[in-house]
């Protein structure tokens, strides 16, 4: 249904994530001849043999599974690059790597339909899961870091990581600002909405998901 | 089909390339992610649907004419992508209107960001559920507390009525440079340079109007 995902657990869920996902362009080399497709998502043009063409995450992965194609991996997708980003992550104190904002529902796409496109998938998969790990763990330490701010940079996350973080970040910072302006929050409790409380305050780890 | 928005500000390249299904997806990511309710997008949805009737039409007219099944179905996708944004986008809103019915009606300004059937849907709401409260409580309360929207008759403002929780933390995303004031008016200007395609958790309040005049995004 397109409706509501339970606001008090995360905004967005998984799957709306990686439904914003899918409108990222990829490139895909057609095996038949098609006409130009004029969607309300955009025009996508004259599908030739062997010519690669970019088209929507979505539009690729359907052409796919119906054997029209065959993916080119994006660049970063690489066992070099990869590992290259892998070792940066681990460094101590480093801070988060350039990734595309996307790179994890990407990435799953890929190797859920096209692993035969992707060299060395076993490898590549290893290496996006370590170093989606790593960045959890870093983004769990730097959570502890919190002070009283007001604005919270947050470099080169990826969008399932800042849905991950959001509720408990939210609240944290939300408890932070309260305490750091005592008098402006006794006003605000009188008005506050009347939305019940959750018992428990601790950040759950969503399960993962294979 | 690809159609150029036509916000008033924005710089040429998003002019030229922000196509009605990306527009919807942006509204319907801030309407999700923002605590209370924003302005009605009525021009977009209006081309939206108009749209999307246009395609249902085409894909009957597809099947009919025996085109290709594998055309066929991936219209149908994209179909079924735009109607879900769409479908969405205007259930969130009615979540949030059910939500602060009460303060939704109170003050033009907040009328104004409904459209005119959220109105229609927002007043009937409101009326059902005060003449609910009426007749099972407030009736039986001592003359002073029986109004919906006040605790009691001495109180100075609408103390019952759920508001919109505006500092509350969102995360965002800017989508071009400028400076951005930390802090409310009256209170230390500390300033923060934003960059474009930086995150940043912030409060909803002060990212408030930069969101309205779309140089960030809520993620």
């Given at each position: ?27 895909i ?26 088209v ?5 992965v ?8 065959t ?11 990869l ?22 529902e ?5 190797f859920?339909h096209a692993r ?23 983004l ?10 007001s ?5 080169n ?28 929050a ?25 | ?21 990306e ?18 997008e009525?021009d977009l949805?209006?081309r ?18 025996g ?6 179905s ?7 992508r735009?109607?879900?944004l ?29 459209s005119?059937?959220?109105?229609v ?10 003449k ?5 409580v ?11 929207l006040?605790?009691s ?5 609408d103390?019952?009525?759920?508001e ?14 400028f ?5 409310e ?11 474009r395609?930086d995150l ?20």
């Amino acid at each position: 249904m397109a409706g509501q995902t339970d606001p008090h657990v995360s905004l967005f869920s998984p799957e709306e994530v990686e439904f914003m996902a899918e409108d990222e362009l990829v490139e895909i080399v057609p095996n038949m001849n098609m006409e130009p497709l004029n969607f309300i998502a955009g025009d996508f043009g004259r599908f030739i043999p062997q010519i690669p063409i970019q088209v929507p995450l979505w539009l690729a992965v359907a052409l796919k599974r119906r054997g029209k194609c065959t993916f080119r991996p994006p660049g970063w997708l690489s066992v070099d690059n990869l590992t290259q980003v892998l070792e940066a992550e681990r460094e101590p104190q480093s801070k988060f790597q350039a990734l595309p904002f996307s790179y994890v529902e990407i990435a799953r796409l890929l190797f859920d339909h096209a692993r035969d496109d992707i060299p060395d998938m076993y490898m590549v998969r290893s290496l996006v899961e370590d170093i989606r790990d790593v960045r959890l763990h870093k983004l769990e330490n730097n959570l502890g870091t919190f002070l009283g701010t007001s604005a919270v940079k947050m470099e080169n996350v990826s969008a399932m990581e800042v849905n991950l973080v959001r509720p408990f970040a939210r609240r944290a910072l939300e408890a932070f600002y309260k305490h750091d302006k005592p008098e402006a929050a006794a006003d605000r409790n009188t008005r506050s909405s009347r939305q019940p409380r959750e018992a428990n305050d601790e950040p759950r780890r969503p399960l993962r998901q294979r | 089909m690809a159609s150029s928005s036509d916000m008033g500000s924005a710089d040429f390249e998003s002019l030229s390339s922000t196509s009605d299904v990306e527009l919807l997806k942006r509204a319907w990511r801030n309407e999700k992610a923002a605590p209370e309710i924003l302005p009605y997008e009525g021009d977009l949805v209006e081309r939206a649907k108009g749209q999307i009737e246009l395609v249902e039409e085409n894909i009957e007219a597809y099947v009919e004419n025996g085109i290709d099944p594998l055309v066929v179905s991936l219209y149908q996708m994209d179909l079924d992508r735009t109607q879900f944004l769409l479908r969405s986008y205007l259930r969130v809103r009615l979540l949030k209107i059910e939500k602060f019915m009460f303060h939704s009606l109170k003050s033009e300004e907040a009328e104004s960001r409904l459209s005119e059937q959220e109105k229609v849907f927002a007043r009937r709401c409101a009326d059902d559920l005060a003449k609910h409260f009426e007749e099972s409580v407030l009736r039986k309360l001592p003359e002073n507390y029986q109004s919906v929207l006040k605790q009691s008759l001495i109180s100075e403002v609408d103390d019952m009525v759920p508001e919109p929780h505006l500092d509350t933390f969102v995360a965002c995303r800017s989508k071009s440079h400028f400076t951005l004031n930390l802090y409310e008016e009256g209170e230390s200007t500390q300033t923060e340079e934003m960059y474009r395609g930086d995150l940043y958790f912030i409060r909803y309040k002060i990212v408030k109007g930069a969101i309205e005049s779309g140089k960030m995004d809520l993620i």
